[in-house]
């Protein structure tokens, strides 16, 4: 009877911290150096254009997201930029975590049909939007706790009257 040897080697991962500005000097530059796990440590500052997309279970956090003078002083502002501020595509599960971030100044919005236009004689149909401060795609499901949104907003058209 011949004896079958089956050889495992197991890797031990051990999550890294990045600091941003310090190791990774935007936000989404600490994202894309990320792997699941990963802690990423904001230190207080302005952060400006927002559209920071999270597509893994990664921890984004201030350096201390219990203090409410630290979160209000980390802010991804998007000021000047019509952009949603994060957004937590599928791949961000339960393991996604945003704490002690202020996101502030952020939208999104479609322009308004008209009727009557060559392309398009009955108007636009109506569509979904989403944006303003945070979006949670479909099948995201992460935790987000002692966060600031203020100001964000989102405007959607007003679709023509659509085809008959």
Known sequence: ?????????LIEYNPTTINVPHDATTIQQALE??????????????????????????????????SADVVAATIIDSTGYANRGIYFTTNA?????????????????????????????????????????????????PTIQNCVIRDCHISGGDAGSGAD
Not at 1 to 9: A, D, I, K, N
Not at 108 to 124: K, L
């Open 1 to 9: 009877m011949e004896s079958e040897f089956l050889s495992v080697e």
């Open 93 to 141: 599960g339960s393991g996604a975590k945003l704490d002690g971030l202020t996101i502030a100044n952020c939208s999104f919005g479609i322009v308004t049909a008209d009727d009557g236009d060559e392309d398009h004689p009955d108007g636009y149909n109506g569509g979904s939007v989403s944006g303003g401060g945070i979006v949670c795609g479909t099948g995201s499901s």
């Open 33 to 66: 150096m990320a792997n699941d796990g990963d802690v990423i440590s904001i230190s207080s500052g302005l952060y400006n254009g927002g559209s920071i997309i999270i597509d893994k279970e990664v921890t984004l956090t201030s350096t201390n997201p219990d």
